[in-house]
């Protein structure tokens, strides 16, 4: 090999699921295709199907992986705060990806590999731990995903009205000057603190109200907490 040639790396389904990892991160969801992919690693499109049966088994890929990048908290036996890592973590994971709500919520096929079902069989047993039912945990499980993913959702997309969560707004005196804030006294009211919202500290907050609703409904151990 003459000096200075450069070494192709070997195409592996790794490589293939990084490269589609990082369009989706990219480009969006919308931009994962074979080819983009396939463009993405410096091969022709038909090279990735000894690797991926085809798109759908891609995009299945794609959730495993994101799913396997969550880390389980160090159980010291406090419930609650075990609990918030998980949930803290989860929405780490979903910051990173946010593109990856949309891949699970047009996902058709119900996932059953075990490395992306761990996050889930950890949640639901941590709380059956907590004393729930296995019908309440389903419930809860539930629940707090959507709080979880809607709360992302809301946090990437800047939908919060002002301050911290909303990169875009304008300080509280330039807003509360184009808005007609006589017409508007609760927003008027409360307009600088929600110039100061911490998304860290509303994401925390929305988790203890969850937390002493499933206290108050249900008991165990986030009502011995």
Request: aromatic share 6%; charged share 25%; net charge negative.
């Amino acid at each position: 090999m003459k000096s200075g040639t450069k070494v192709r790396e070997r195409l592996t389904r790794d490589r293939v699921i990084d490269a589609a990892l990082h369009v989706m991160d990219a480009e969006g969801l919308e931009a994962v295709s074979m080819r983009r992919v396939a463009r993405e690693v410096g091969v022709e499109a038909m090279s990735l199907y000894n690797h991926v049966r085809d798109k759908d088994d891609l995009l299945e890929a794609l959730c495993i992986r994101v799913m396997s990048e969550l880390e389980f908290p160090q159980r010291h036996g406090d419930w609650v705060e075990s609990a918030r890592f998980a949930a803290n973590e989860w929405r780490r994971v979903l910051k990173q990806h946010p593109n990856v709500v949309s891949l699970f919520a047009g996902h058709a096929e119900p996932m059953t590999h075990p490395d992306g079902l761990r996050p889930m069989e950890f949640a639901l047993g941590l709380l059956r731990e907590g004393g729930l039912s296995d019908r309440d945990a389903a419930r809860v499980f539930n629940v707090m995903g959507g709080y979880i993913m809607g709360f992302v959702l809301m946090e990437v997309g800047q939908m919060f009205g002002a301050g911290a969560l909303d990169k875009r707004a304008p300080d509280p005196g330039e807003l509360a000057r184009l808005m007609p804030l006589e017409e508007l006294p609760n927003i008027a009211a409360t307009l600088p603190h929600l110039a100061e919202c911490d998304p860290d500290d509303m994401f925390n907050l929305g988790f203890d109200m969850l937390i002493a609703g499933q206290a108050a409904l249900f008991g165990g151990a986030a009502a011995e907490a």
